[in-house]
């Protein structure tokens, strides 16, 4: 099987992340980097170490250079939209970090010229493509009829304090589209839409820095018979996962919801009891099993799971619209 022939824009604590799993992933090659000219450094440092042939500090060099099929961009929240245009106006693949775009019309925009291209757009989002997802989904319709669902995704960022100190960084600018909602509610608002599906109204409150920056925030989701509630923090730490119930029992990830480490239902019984099922545990790092499926997708030309894959990209940013304006 021919791996994907990738290139990666960025050099974040993702891509670092990313690469130090490389070895973890037969379906991909990674042929260029690409980079702003101060990360110059630090780039040609990643390629010697995971074996990358070349090093660019200028997209367009790095397009028109080529020697792969796709580009993974893993920068900063508000470069994404424009980065993924242009390696799309060049004819490439793009797997594109969440949050997707800053709007839900930037995405749709961007999906209508992959479209013009004849490539494929992707969101790195990692909860779909693990298999305690799929066990979610397999064991939801034994809960019966959803009576609450609540997820939480909290984490100091090692950012927050350089921020308390007047120190500037992207993750705490909005300007730069970061804080609590886009850069870790999008995970709870993943795994409560694809169980649960579009709701019908939703609200944001959210604990402001004076800068406007949401530190930390509540979403609530209303279906009509059963409000979910997704928190996040980058200002403290809280106790993560996420908790589904219903008249037949209750569904459990105890752990970030970017990776579940930890599912199981409980089903039958009261009051604790019940029958536990655990799900199977993720063998490989969190990011390998979407990119395995990014890479077979792209090699298959499977168009019908890319626009799966879109639909639930779509429906989130819809939400993050509505959760922005309120």
């Not at 997704?230 to 990776?259: F, H, R, W, Y």
């Amino acid at each position: 099987m021919q791996p994907l022939q990738l290139a990666i824009l960025s050099t974040s604590r993702i891509v670092d992340e990313f690469l130090q799993h490389l070895s973890e992933m037969p379906e991909i090659s990674v042929q260029a980097l690409c980079c702003r000219p101060q990360s110059g450094e630090k780039a040609r440092a990643w390629a010697g170490q995971y074996g990358i042939p070349a090093v660019y500090t200028d997209e367009d060099a790095c397009y028109a250079a080529g020697g792969f099929d796709a580009v993974y961009i893993g920068t900063a929240n508000h470069l994404h939209y424009a980065a993924a245009r242009r390696a799309l106006q060049a004819g490439y693949h793009v797997i594109l970090e969440k949050p997707f775009t800053g709007t839900a019309a930037e995405a749709r925009e961007l999906y209508a010229l992959a479209d013009q291209k004849g490539v494929m757009l992707l969101e790195a989002i990692t909860v779909y493509y693990l298999p305690q997802f799929a066990f979610l989904q397999a064991e939801l319709p034994k809960v019966g009829p959803v009576r609450g669902a609540m997820a939480s995704f909290c984490a100091r960022s090692r950012r927050y304090d350089d921020f308390l100190q007047g120190i500037w960084n992207t993750t705490f600018d909005p300007a730069c589209q970061g804080g609590a909602l886009n850069d870790m509610n999008v995970y709870n608002l993943h795994l409560l839409t694809g169980l649960l599906g579009t709701p019908q109204r939703a609200e944001y409150r959210p604990s402001l820095a004076e800068n406007g920056i949401d530190t930390a925030g509540l979403a609530l989701l209303d279906y009509g018979d059963v409000t979910a509630a997704a928190l996040a923090a980058k200002d403290s730490d809280g106790i993560n996962g996420m908790t589904l119930q219903g008249p037949g029992g209750c569904l459990v990830v105890e752990g970030g919801t970017n990776a579940l480490p930890v599912v199981y239902s409980r089903l039958g019984g009261v009051r604790g009891g019940g029958v536990r099922t655990d799900a199977p545990k993720a063998d490989r790092f969190r990011m390998t099993y979407e990119f395995a499926e990014f890479a077979r997708i792209i090699r298959e030309k499977d168009t019908a799971a890319e626009q799966q894959a879109r639909a639930r990209t779509l429906r989130v940013m819809d939400l993050l619209d509505q959760l922005h304006s309120r």
